[in-house]
């Protein structure tokens, strides 16, 4: 076929899901001519499966792209139809905002911003090659034959490289939601050296609501006081909706028993898929088989829009031909007459080894390459956009021959999620949770604007208006933090106002900072009684509590950072001939030879490396350090 020149470009990217929308426009608001490439443009953003964002672990992740001047934050306040924050039982280290999405909605808006974002040329086509000159990037080929130069490629390709649909016995190539899929890009990649793996995930049935009878089901409210996940928004606290209900059901036994005799036709027990699939997210035939002993597995009817009665059966994705998915369907209270539009099905794709990647998702062997989301490993819409701004912001930085941009652990989930992937690699779809985080009492959904805004401005992506907005705001919060730190009431004073909310009295004078750290005082409490001067927003209020009530806790784990950070900063020299360090194991020479580690922090953490290697190499580089002053001394 033959190839002809459509033009350069600073980078191109390819694929426009929630990875490649954050990636493009992160390129192109820094200032890069920008190429984003759709083989659809009616799949840019799609939420080909839950029509949400965010949830435990990944609610803080999106609070942390907005934070940096993402995009996705600021466009599900735009499309939420319902919004709940989850946790909030526990500690708001773990409290995580979670929306549903009128998924149309989401897919416009988006696409709306790509099409009127400057130096950002939004493009359908199927890329199915990518130009490579001397072991570095130089472009992209389309099915078509047009070539599109490029000094660096982001490549976000989700679910659709080589895909391959799965319901029961039958098995055909397509993307998600019956898209076309990307297969000649995958076999090019292999042809470039690239050690690519096969990845599973699944979706439920769409159903008409009208097919279904609430009253057998429990009714999911959203949350009365709504909380926006843009800090945009935060700061007038602006954001009223008309929200929807979703609805709670069970599976039973008879569920369970039509689902057992029919494994044999699973794709998934019959031996067709041989991607590995999400741990945390599988399948309903995959439940009924590992947790024997239930009786019952939840399941959530989301709607996926207002303009449509389409509902999402969240909990329930299986590989299973459409009879038996009828049949176990209507055992459900609730589903008895289900009318289902669209079938359940299971997808395997392509996706590249994390650990071929740079903790600033630069592949290792082809310079300017730089990938992001589901190609990465990783699963969810959330995981996938942290990786796309990521990527984005590092490309244009390889190119501006400035330092890369990494987030470590103690910084932020997104921080934790790509050293997780990079690190540590995954034998699974990977799923950011709290329970990953070492630090997450600082790394709350409350104060991501605190610890990531400032680093946004100054690589200018975080706008004038939007960084006037969080210095107005961390002024409030100093400024409320040092009025209770500082007031002070005497025990007669106050004594009327404990014995309302049920605190024992005081005998000496305090300060309404110690009064807080009681547990059975709010801070909204304090308020009603100690009024502050300002107009104070639910996100100044929320971050006042948590940091003077947790104040000895969040001590703790800043002690704990510090001692972390020792050896993050401990960095490795990139030639290191880790194979001839005696006295390492074969297992960590081969390990840190392959990972090569930025830093001892970095290789403590990979598998296979353990603490006994670490000493080894801690050693090793103290002898090293001596002999080198030794000969400069010479």
């Not at 989700?158 to 019956?178: E, M, Q, R, V, W």
């Not at 940091?547 to 000895?552: D, I, R």
């Not at 392959?594 to 080894?616: C, E, F, K, T």
Request: aromatic share 8%; charged share 25%; glycine share 8%.
């Amino acid at each position: 076929m033959e190839r002809y020149d459509m033009g350069q470009y600073d980078i191109v990217v390819v694929g426009a899901g929630h990875a490649g929308c954050e990636a493009g426009l992160v390129c192109a608001r820094l200032g890069k001519k920008t190429a984003l490439f759709s083989t659809h443009l009616e799949s840019i953003a799609m939420m080909a499966c839950n029509p949400s964002v965010g949830g435990t672990g990944k609610g803080h992740l999106v609070r942390e792209i907005d934070a940096l001047g993402g995009e996705m934050g600021i466009n599900i306040d735009k499309a939420f139809i319902q919004s709940r924050m989850l946790n909030t039982a526990k500690g708001p280290a773990v409290h995580s905002l979670r929306t549903q999405a009128d998924k149309t909605r989401y897919h416009l808006e988006m696409k709306k911003v790509l099409e009127h974002q400057e130096n950002l040329d939004l493009k359908q086509g199927e890329v199915v090659d990518i130009l490579v000159e001397q072991g570095k990037i130089r472009g992209v080929v389309l099915r078509t034959g047009a070539t599109y130069r490029a000094e660096a490629v982001i490549l976000a390709t989700g679910t659709f490289l080589k895909g391959k649909i799965f319901i029961g016995d039958s098995a055909y190539d397509s993307g998600p939601n019956g898209l076309a899929p990307a297969i000649e890009l995958g076999d090019n990649l292999r042809k470039w050296g690239m050690n690519l793996r096969r990845f599973k995930t699944g979706t439920p049935a769409r159903a008409l609501a009208q097919s279904l009878d609430y009253e057998k089901m429990e009714e999911q409210k959203g949350d009365s006081l709504i909380v926006p996940f843009s800090f945009m928004n935060d700061m007038n606290d602006k954001i009223k909706r008309q929200q929807v209900s979703c609805w709670l059901s069970y599976t039973n036994e008879r569920t369970h028993e039509i689902i057992r005799k029919n494994f044999g036709r699973s794709a998934l027990f019959g031996g067709q898929i041989e991607g590995v699939g999400p741990r945390y997210c599988p399948s309903i035939e995959d439940k009924v088989n590992r947790f024997s002993d239930k009786e019952r597995h939840q399941l959530f009817v989301e709607p996926e829009g207002e303009m449509t009665d389409e509902v999402y059966i969240q909990g329930m994705s299986t590989s299973l031909p459409e009879d038996v998915q009828q049949a176990f369907y209507k055992t459900i209270p609730g589903l008895e007459n289900i009318r289902i539009v669209r079938p359940a099905y299971a997808i395997e794709y392509d996706c590249i080894d994390p650990t071929d990647l740079t903790l600033w998702l630069e592949y290792r062997h082809l310079e300017n390459l730089f990938c992001a989301g589901q190609f990465n490993g990783s699963s969810g819409y959330e995981e996938a956009a942290a990786q796309g701004l990521m990527a984005g912001i590092n490309a244009c930085r390889k190119l501006d021959k400035q330092k890369p941009f990494i987030l470590d652990r103690s910084q932020a989930y997104i921080g934790v999620l790509i050293d997780d992937l990079v690190t540590k690699g995954t034998p699974e779809p990977y799923r950011i949770m709290t329970s990953r985080a070492e630090y997450r009492l600082l790394l709350r959904q409350d104060n991501a604007d605190a610890r990531l805004t400032e680093l946004g401005w100054q690589m200018g992506l975080v706008t004038k208006d939007r960084y006037e907005k969080f210095k107005n705001k961390q002024r409030v919060i100093t400024e409320e933090i040092q009025r209770l730190t500082h007031q002070e009431v005497t025990p007669k004073e106050i004594e009327g106002f404990l014995i309302e909310w049920g605190s024992t009295p005081i005998s000496n004078r305090t300060t309404l900072a110690e009064l807080l750290k009681r547990p059975e005082i709010t801070y909204e409490k304090i308020l009603s009684r100690f009024p502050s001067q300002e107009v104070l927003s639910m996100g100044v209020k929320t971050s006042v509590e948590v940091t003077l009530k947790y104040e000895g806790y969040i001590e703790k784990q800043l002690q704990q950072v510090q001692r972390f950070r020792k050896l993050e900063e401990r960095q490795l020299d990139p030639e290191l001939p880790y194979l001839s360090i005696e006295g390492l194991r074969l297992e960590a020479r081969q390990k840190l030879e392959a990972h090569r580690p930025g830093s001892l922090g970095q290789a403590s953490r990979i598998s296979g490396v353990s603490p006994a290697d670490i000493n080894v190499l801690l050693v090793y580089l103290e002898k090293r350090k001596r002999m080198e002053k030794e000969s400069l001394s010479q």
